[in-house]
């Protein structure tokens, strides 16, 4: 059944064990599909309010899903919304019930029953059918509690410009097996999937850190991405930015021998060393370090070199930029010094560089997160302990009244919670 309602359809996927409707959401034309999932988890409702508010924004702004099809089911699990439950009327955990290569009837705890076999859930096989019929280039799912975006597939880049809005660390995979998992589904299919794991904040303020995250997703879809590489790569003679971006070493080496050129910024304010650091060509970064051109001009979203530096992990950058002059306590418009990002990222010689340097180690941004807590969020337990042992204050909370060791618990992480020693 399909009809019409603010200028879209809202499509019946599915029904639920119960007989509940699972409704998608479809909004806007184009070749390439993105979709957003939210309640999987019944006892999640984070997700159905935050893209409840994005259905709205969606539907209300033509403009931000130009040349797109975005598509977006608020309520994957109408049962366990309705109960407060994780799973579905059957207490099976749809996130464990795809057919994977992975997929297994074993479990350890009934949270996460997957029931009597692979996609036996009505839920479950109303994903697989959206999946099937739109073939989307990226699916984002949120869940709640964790603190972080997971990242499965090539989408870091999308994910980095989500980051910059909401601030939650980057994770490659979570400390523990999902078996028959979404993601992993997808994975097997080559479609990408970004996971959001939001904190347990008020559902208004969690709008207001995710909106614009969403918004990037859409501005820099991976077809558009892919679409502005292939452009760059087909013409002869690029500008100083587009080879970079190229990492075409040749190119520049020989085309760009006046320093004028070296000395512009990009759209974004980027200048060539914050392109020689994401790209990781450390020798072209301590060639421009070494002559003083943008040591400390940060882009529009407020970034020095220093925090490229400490972002992607470039130790002797950062040490060379210190050595310059540069001061280790630079923040961004979101209170972040580089020795949080080093902390969050795990780059545990970049912390020991920046602490010696002079770095603060109780500086908080301004949700009140620390480096300590960053780096217990995101489980580097080595730079948990250097932290402490340089005088990072265990108790001091975030915004959200959260300390440390609370963290820990919500991050699962019993290493670190012993660290600090336990508690909370
Ligand atoms: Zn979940």
Request: net charge positive.
């Amino acid at each position: 059944m399909v009809f019409f309602l603010e200028n879209t359809f809202a499509e019946v996927i599915g029904k639920s064990v119960r007989g509940r409707k699972i409704e998608a959401f479809v909004y806007g034309r184009g070749n390439e599909t993105l979709l957003f999932v939210g309640g999987i988890h019944g006892d999640e409702r984070q997700g159905v309010e935050i893209l409840t508010r994005f259905r709205r924004m969606v539907a209300n702004t033509p403009e931000i899903r130009k040349n797109i099809r975005v598509v977006i089911v608020p309520k994957a699990n109408p049962d366990g919304i309705r109960r407060g439950t994780r799973g579905n009327a059957r207490g099976v955990d749809i996130n464990r019930n795809f057919p994977t290569s992975s997929f297994t009837t074993n479990y350890h705890k009934k949270a996460y029953y997957p029931g009597r076999q692979a996609a036996s859930e009505p839920e479950t096989k109303a994903l697989i059918k959206l999946i099937q019929k739109y073939a989307p280039s990226l699916v984002v799912t949120i869940h709640a509690q964790l603190h972080c975006m997971m990242v499965e597939g090539d989408v870091w880049e999308i994910a980095r410009r989500m980051q910059y809005y909401n601030h939650y660390p980057l994770v490659a995979e979570l400390d523990y097996e999902t078996p028959g998992s979404f993601g992993q589904y997808c994975l097997e299919r080559g479609i990408p999937m970004i996971t959001l794991e939001v904190p347990r904040i008020p559902h208004h303020a969690l709008w207001e850190q995710n909106k614009r995250a969403l918004v990037e997703v859409l501005r820099h879809s991976p077809g558009k991405l892919a679409h502005q590489r292939m452009l760059i790569e087909s013409k002869k003679t690029p500008s100083l930015f587009e080879a970079l971006q190229r990492q075409d070493w040749y190119l520049w080496r020989n085309m760009f021998t006046n320093m004028y050129e070296w000395k512009k910024q990009d759209a974004e304010g980027n200048t060539a060393l914050h392109y020689a650091l994401k790209r990781g060509d450390v020798p072209l970064a301590l060639w421009l370090i070494e002559r003083g051109i943008h040591l400390a001009t940060t882009n529009t979203k407020g970034w020095s070199p220093l925090f490229e530096a400490a972002y992607w992990g470039h130790g002797e950058v950062v040490k060379q930029l210190l050595k310059k002059g540069i001061s280790p306590e630079e923040r961004d418009p979101y209170g972040w010094t580089p020795l949080i990002i080093a902390a969050q990222r795990g780059h545990k010689d970049i912390v020991r560089v920046l602490v010696e340097a002079g770095a603060k180690v109780n500086t908080q941004d301004i949700y009140g997160y620390s480096a300590l807590m960053e780096a217990v969020r995101c489980q580097h337990k080595d730079i948990v302990e250097y932290l402490l042992a340089r005088g990072a204050d265990p108790y001091q909370t975030n915004c959200y009244g959260q300390t440390a060791s609370r963290q820990a618990i919500l991050a699962r992480s019993t290493n670190t919670l012993i660290l600090l020693g336990g508690g909370q």
